[in-house]
């Protein structure tokens, strides 16, 4: 620990953010980083503690807390203070595959187990573990890490998400011989297109991939498996099989209406804007999505909240999010005490566009879509709302959300983008491989365990756990590597 009062002389800091109404005119990233003095002081509040729940990554009340990759988080801030990078940067590789992506996508859980939330404000690790990677990338410290041998063994990755990177990064340095197969244009999944540019640019991407290129991964683009390879020709070509497709199955909204024109899955629109920006190298923005029209946004997760920043900056002319909770407290209630993970009002980055732009917050609160309605030609140009109350099942004796007699609305409505979340694998993936999946559509395994009901076929990520974080598919990643080894070698030093 090298500043045991640090927690008490510095205050928190965090990057300087581009204005939103400056910020909207692209779909750069907008937030500049501290300076390399400011960044060591802000490593100087970690206090070290004799439980650094930080980095426990554990269950706490349904929800996770701390990292689930078990950074190593006091001695990387630590190293941060004391301006040692290149330790900062090795130590914090022992556990991560890529500190590039969590460092801007991450919602911090981390941040939110650090001690010093009981009294103050947290220490800033994502944005230290942000300095520490870019500061190795600067110095050229991060260089492909080829194998001096390799195994004889090939290993199939099905998906080139955060999961599928990930365990394709351990196994080729281990010295397996990696392929990963996407079915989209670019690697990356939802790297690449469910994760807005300003958000995380694809650059940053790229960059990696060339890295594991170099090391010496293949990558498989425009290749859907399960369609245009047959599941039994990779069970012959490969030694194993890694399924980290995620859970490309959205969640739909079944009222009357929805097959009206403008209405798409939020997950396909950001995709679709992103293919456009990165076809024509950012010189065309497609403004027809959006521009001078009233947008509808449900559901108010993370892919929500990119769907409100994204339609800013095509031009809507209003912006309205749904969400079907009550709003949550700004401060954490006594039944959510440190260190769960903090169930309060969160503004993010397009909520805080969306006040900025028509003055008033995008989110309608306890409120649902009733039924879309059509003008002549078959275009969705109404939605009907209700608004919802919370009521106790007589049967089940569970809290659910029903609608309010009266509280019915009709609002304008251009374009529906919807962001319910999602519900699981996909049939045709699953069905070709012949496992086994849950009552959730997840692929099931054991307990902890990533081997599929099928001989040879492995499962990680969201396809496995459902829908998450970035975060935690890198983990289930690396442990479904680890597995994989295992399975082929009889041992593992992953």
């Given at each position: 620990?090298?500043?045991?009062?640090?927690?008490?002389?510095?205050?928190?800091?965090?990057?300087?953010?581009?204005?939103?109404?400056?910020?909207?005119?692209?779909?750069?990233?907008f937030?500049?980083?501290?300076?390399?003095?400011?960044?060591?002081?802000?490593?100087?509040?970690?206090?070290?503690?004799?439980?650094?729940?930080?980095?426990?990554?554990?269950?706490?009340?349904g929800?996770?807390?701390?990292?689930?990759?078990?950074?190593?988080?006091?001695?990387?801030?630590?190293?941060?203070?004391?301006?040692?990078?290149?330790?900062?940067?090795?130590?914090?590789?022992?556990?991560?595959?890529?500190?590039?992506?969590?460092?801007?996508?991450?919602?911090?859980?981390?941040?939110?187990?650090?001690?010093?939330?009981?009294?103050?404000?947290?220490?800033?690790?994502?944005?230290?573990?942000?300095a520490?990677?870019?500061?190795?990338?600067?110095?050229?410290?991060?260089?492909?890490?080829?194998?001096?041998?390799?195994?004889?063994?090939?290993?199939?990755?099905?998906?080139?998400?955060?999961?599928?990177l990930?365990?394709?990064?351990?196994?080729?340095?281990?010295?397996?011989?990696?392929?990963?197969?996407?079915?989209?244009?670019?690697?990356?999944?939802?790297?690449?297109?469910?994760?807005?540019?300003?958000?995380?640019?694809?650059?940053?991407?790229?960059?990696?991939?060339?890295?594991?290129?170099?090391?010496?991964?293949?990558?498989?683009?425009?290749?859907?498996?399960?369609?245009?390879?047959?599941?039994e020709?990779?069970?012959?070509?490969?030694?194993?099989?890694i399924?980290?497709?995620?859970?490309?199955?959205?969640?739909?909204?079944?009222?009357?209406?929805?097959?009206?024109?403008?209405?798409?899955?939020?997950?396909?629109?950001?995709?679709?804007?992103?293919?456009?920006?990165?076809?024509?190298?950012?010189?065309?923005?497609?403004?027809?999505?959006?521009?001078?029209?009233?947008?509808?946004?449900?559901?108010?997760?993370?892919?929500?909240?990119?769907?409100?920043?994204?339609?800013?900056?095509?031009?809507?002319?209003?912006?309205i999010?749904?969400?079907?909770?009550?709003?949550?407290?700004?401060?954490?209630?006594?039944?959510?005490?440190?260190?769960?993970?903090?169930?309060v009002?969160?503004?993010?980055?397009?909520?805080?566009?969306?006040?900025?732009?028509?003055?008033?917050?995008?989110?309608?609160?306890?409120?649902?879509?009733?039924?879309?309605?059509?003008?002549?030609?078959?275009?969705?140009?109404?939605?009907?709302?209700?608004?919802?109350?919370?009521?106790?099942?007589?049967?089940?004796g569970?809290?659910?959300?029903?609608p309010?007699?009266?509280?019915?609305?009709?609002?304008?409505?251009?374009?529906?983008?919807?962001?319910?979340?999602?519900?699981?694998?996909?049939?045709?993936?699953?069905?070709?491989?012949?496992?086994?999946?849950?009552?959730?559509?997840?692929?099931?395994?054991?307990?902890?365990?990533?081997?599929?009901?099928?001989?040879?076929?492995?499962?990680?990520?969201?396809?496995?756990?459902?829908q998450?974080?970035?975060?935690?598919?890198?983990?289930?990643?690396?442990?479904?590597?680890?597995?994989?080894?295992?399975?082929?070698?009889?041992?593992?030093?992953?």
């Amino acid at each position: 620990m090298g500043k045991p009062t640090g927690f008490l002389e510095y205050k928190r800091e965090t990057a300087k953010v581009l204005p939103p109404k400056v910020r909207i005119a692209n779909f750069k990233e907008f937030r500049t980083p501290l300076n390399k003095e400011k960044q060591k002081l802000q490593g100087a509040r970690c206090m070290a503690c004799g439980v650094p729940f930080c980095q426990s990554g554990m269950m706490i009340g349904g929800m996770a807390s701390g990292c689930p990759l078990h950074n190593l988080v006091p001695e990387t801030n630590d190293l941060v203070y004391t301006g040692n990078w290149k330790q900062a940067f090795l130590r914090l590789s022992k556990t991560h595959s890529f500190p590039e992506f969590t460092s801007r996508v991450c919602p911090a859980l981390c941040e939110a187990a650090c001690t010093c939330n009981i009294n103050g404000e947290p220490v800033s690790t994502k944005e230290n573990e942000r300095a520490i990677i870019e500061t190795a990338y600067e110095n050229g410290w991060v260089t492909p890490q080829i194998p001096e041998v390799r195994t004889g063994k090939s290993i199939a990755v099905i998906g080139s998400g955060p999961s599928g990177l990930a365990a394709a990064q351990q196994l080729n340095r281990r010295g397996h011989s990696v392929t990963v197969f996407e079915r989209k244009d670019r690697v990356g999944g939802l790297l690449r297109y469910g994760i807005p540019n300003m958000k995380l640019d694809k650059a940053v991407v790229d960059r990696r991939i060339h890295l594991m290129e170099e090391e010496g991964v293949k990558f498989v683009t425009n290749v859907n498996v399960g369609k245009d390879i047959k599941a039994e020709e990779l069970l012959k070509q490969f030694d194993r099989v890694i399924l980290a497709c995620g859970a490309s199955n959205p969640r739909d909204i079944k009222v009357p209406g929805r097959d009206a024109k403008g209405i798409y899955f939020a997950v396909d629109f950001l995709g679709q804007v992103t293919k456009a920006l990165l076809d024509s190298d950012f010189a065309k923005v497609p403004y027809e999505l959006a521009k001078g029209k009233n947008v509808l946004v449900i559901g108010g997760g993370d892919t929500g909240n990119d769907c409100v920043g994204t339609s800013i900056r095509l031009g809507a002319k209003s912006v309205i999010q749904l969400e079907m909770m009550p709003k949550p407290p700004v401060e954490r209630t006594p039944s959510n005490p440190w260190p769960q993970w903090p169930r309060v009002l969160k503004t993010d980055y397009g909520q805080e566009e969306a006040i900025a732009v028509f003055g008033h917050d995008p989110r309608v609160y306890q409120t649902t879509v009733t039924e879309f309605i059509k003008d002549k030609n078959g275009n969705v140009c109404q939605a009907k709302l209700t608004k919802l109350k919370s009521e106790k099942d007589p049967k089940t004796g569970r809290m659910m959300m029903v609608p309010v007699e009266g509280s019915e609305e009709v609002i304008p409505v251009d374009v529906v983008l919807i962001a319910a979340g999602f519900l699981g694998s996909e049939k045709y993936v699953t069905d070709a491989f012949k496992v086994a999946i849950n009552g959730r559509t997840n692929v099931d395994t054991k307990p902890e365990q990533y081997q599929t009901s099928v001989d040879k076929v492995f499962t990680a990520g969201d396809m496995h756990r459902g829908q998450s974080l970035v975060v935690w598919a890198i983990r289930e990643g690396r442990e479904a590597a680890k597995a994989v080894d295992e399975s082929l070698m009889g041992y593992s030093y992953l």
